[in-house]
């Protein structure tokens, strides 16, 4: 029975330090440093708490002389906080022990304040050591720790049970390694996602520059089309004002595009208006015209009037002319048809690009929008995606439909507004 209730009460001291490690991980938090003081008594709390209640519930009581495991709590707290925290567990340990009182709180006095100048001088170099020596100081220093305990004891009671005292300090050396163990993993793991964070940025940086030059070429491609109709061919006046007219606002969607990936991780508040679809689509085909003719596919348009829905102007033109130069890319190496067409469906507007290229697979339909999917060698997915988030921001649905070597079909839905 004896034996038993000290198991079950050592079992108890495991529980008490190892709970509070749970807590440990928020404590290497970026936010939590930025808190030194609010740190530095989370830290003192996760572990003068389980030191305290080893004191008070120890696994094994002789002659007034008390057993427990809480120097565990004492060196990870100096190992694992600061000095201010390190003398504030030491006091906490001699305060609570004079509380609880018996023949051992003077020696306890004693052996603790040798093992926390020991503990002290230790604490320094320790974490510029390696894992494995980190856990073997950690065992040692918990054996020679509770060694200095016994010498004390041993002043008082020269007849006490070593053999039990070596096998009890084994175990609670043992456990020490493992705290920690479990403490490094904790901190490496933070290390690990704080390293897959800064990658994962970089990343996205690189392939975030890799789209926005992809977005701008739309109308440097266009404005170079109608840059080449102008000085090679022989136009009325009225083809070469609409002409530059296109050519200054695709350079003015150029800037757009600049500005709307520069507010990506951003937000601001959208102009949202009352847009005509047939319009929208006439300048839409004006704009894809030239690139349709550098392929050498024919752009077709067809829509029904009053066709009203709200929305961003800037933002529909630059999804819709992406998911129409996509369609004009997958036409390149055969002249086919692009056809944008609008009508109206019981309380909704279908917007519809379709094109005679080559085609997508269903595996190749279910991962459009998604960030870096892009069927194109050199694409990164991101102006598809963009475009999927503006049509989404405008209530919008997107049904592609597709047949490899037949072509693609873009359906688009959205809310009609009310005139």
Same mark, same amino acid.
């Given at each position: 029975?004896?034996?038993?209730?000290?198991?079950?009460?050592?079992?108890?001291?495991?529980?008490?330090?190892?709970?509070?490690?749970?807590?440990?991980?928020?404590?290497?938090?970026?936010?939590?440093?930025?808190?030194?003081?609010?740190?530095?008594?989370?830290?003192?709390?996760?572990?003068?708490?389980?030191?305290?209640?080893?004191?008070?519930?120890?696994?094994?009581?002789?002659?007034?002389?008390?057993?427990?495991?809480?120097?565990?709590?004492?060196?990870?707290?100096?190992?694992?906080?600061?000095?201010?925290?390190?003398?504030?567990?030491?006091?906490?340990?001699?305060?609570?022990?004079?509380?609880?009182?018996?023949?051992? +709180?003077?020696?306890?006095?004693?052996?603790?304040?040798?093992?926390?100048?020991?503990?002290?001088?230790?604490?320094?170099?320790?974490?510029?050591?390696?894992?494995?020596?980190?856990?073997?100081?950690?065992?040692?220093?918990?054996?020679?720790?509770?060694?200095?305990?016994?010498?004390?004891?041993?002043?008082? #009671?020269?007849?006490?049970?070593?053999?039990? +005292?070596?096998?009890?300090?084994?175990? %609670?050396?043992?456990?020490?390694?493992?705290?920690?163990?479990?403490?490094?993993?904790?901190?490496?793991?933070? *290390?690990?996602?704080? *390293?897959?964070?800064?990658?994962?940025?970089?990343?996205?940086?690189?392939?975030?520059?890799?789209?926005?030059?992809?977005?701008?070429?739309?109308?440097?491609?266009?404005?170079?089309?109608?840059?080449?109709?102008?000085?090679?061919? *022989?136009?009325?006046?009225?083809?070469?004002?609409?002409?530059?007219?296109?050519?200054?606002?695709?350079? #003015?969607?150029?800037?757009?595009?600049?500005?709307?990936?520069?507010?990506?991780?951003?937000?601001?508040?959208?102009?949202?208006?009352?847009? #005509?679809?047939?319009? *929208?689509? %006439?300048?839409?085909?004006?704009?894809?015209?030239?690139?349709?003719?550098?392929?050498?596919?024919?752009?077709?348009?067809?829509?029904?009037?009053?066709?009203?829905?709200?929305? #961003?102007?800037?933002?529909?033109? %630059?999804?819709?002319?992406?998911?129409?130069?996509?369609?004009?890319?997958?036409?390149?190496?055969?002249?086919?048809?692009?056809?944008?067409?609008?009508?109206?469906?019981?309380?909704?507007?279908?917007?519809?690009?379709?094109?005679?290229?080559?085609?997508?697979?269903?595996?190749?339909?279910?991962?459009?929008?998604?960030?870096?999917?892009?069927?194109?060698?050199?694409?990164?997915?991101?102006?598809?995606?963009?475009?999927?988030?503006?049509?989404?921001?405008?209530?919008?649905?997107?049904?592609?439909?597709?047949?490899?070597?037949?072509?693609?079909?873009?359906?688009?839905?959205?809310?009609?507004?009310?005139?």
């Amino acid at each position: 029975m004896g034996f038993n209730y000290e198991l079950s009460k050592f079992l108890l001291n495991i529980f008490f330090i190892l709970f509070p490690l749970i807590f440990y991980q928020f404590t290497i938090h970026e936010k939590m440093n930025e808190k030194k003081a609010l740190k530095n008594v989370v830290i003192f709390f996760l572990f003068a708490t389980p030191m305290i209640l080893c004191m008070y519930f120890p696994p094994v009581e002789v002659k007034g002389l008390i057993f427990d495991l809480r120097i565990i709590p004492l060196i990870l707290g100096c190992f694992y906080g600061n000095s201010k925290i390190s003398i504030m567990l030491f006091f906490s340990l001699i305060s609570v022990r004079f509380m609880i009182g018996g023949t051992g +709180a003077y020696l306890n006095l004693i052996s603790s304040t040798i093992s926390f100048m020991v503990i002290i001088s230790l604490s320094k170099k320790y974490h510029s050591y390696s894992l494995i020596n980190k856990i073997l100081t950690s065992f040692i220093l918990s054996f020679v720790c509770k060694m200095i305990g016994i010498s004390s004891i041993l002043i008082i #009671d020269s007849d006490y049970n070593l053999l039990s +005292a070596f096998m009890f300090y084994i175990v %609670q050396s043992l456990f020490m390694g493992l705290a920690v163990y479990i403490i490094e993993s904790i901190r490496r793991n933070a *290390e690990l996602k704080k *390293e897959l964070m800064f990658s994962e940025k970089m990343n996205i940086a690189s392939v975030i520059s890799a789209s926005v030059a992809h977005e701008i070429r739309n109308p440097l491609t266009t404005v170079r089309g109608f840059i080449q109709l102008l000085t090679q061919t *022989e136009l009325n006046p009225d083809k070469k004002q609409m002409y530059g007219g296109i050519c200054l606002e695709e350079i #003015d969607r150029a800037e757009e595009i600049i500005n709307d990936y520069l507010s990506l991780a951003k937000p601001y508040p959208e102009v949202v208006e009352k847009l #005509d679809i047939g319009e *929208e689509i %006439q300048y839409i085909c004006n704009v894809l015209t030239s690139l349709g003719n550098l392929i050498g596919a024919e752009v077709k348009m067809k829509y029904d009037n009053n066709l009203l829905v709200l929305g #961003d102007r800037k933002k529909l033109r %630059q999804s819709i002319i992406n998911i129409a130069k996509n369609g004009l890319e997958a036409m390149e190496d055969k002249k086919g048809v692009l056809k944008i067409e609008a009508y109206r469906r019981n309380n909704e507007v279908i917007l519809s690009i379709s094109d005679t290229g080559i085609g997508m697979t269903n595996d190749q339909i279910s991962r459009l929008g998604m960030p870096y999917y892009s069927n194109k060698d050199k694409g990164t997915g991101l102006g598809m995606m963009v475009s999927y988030s503006f049509i989404k921001g405008m209530l919008g649905n997107i049904n592609v439909k597709s047949e490899v070597g037949k072509g693609t079909v873009f359906d688009i839905s959205f809310p009609l507004s009310k005139i």
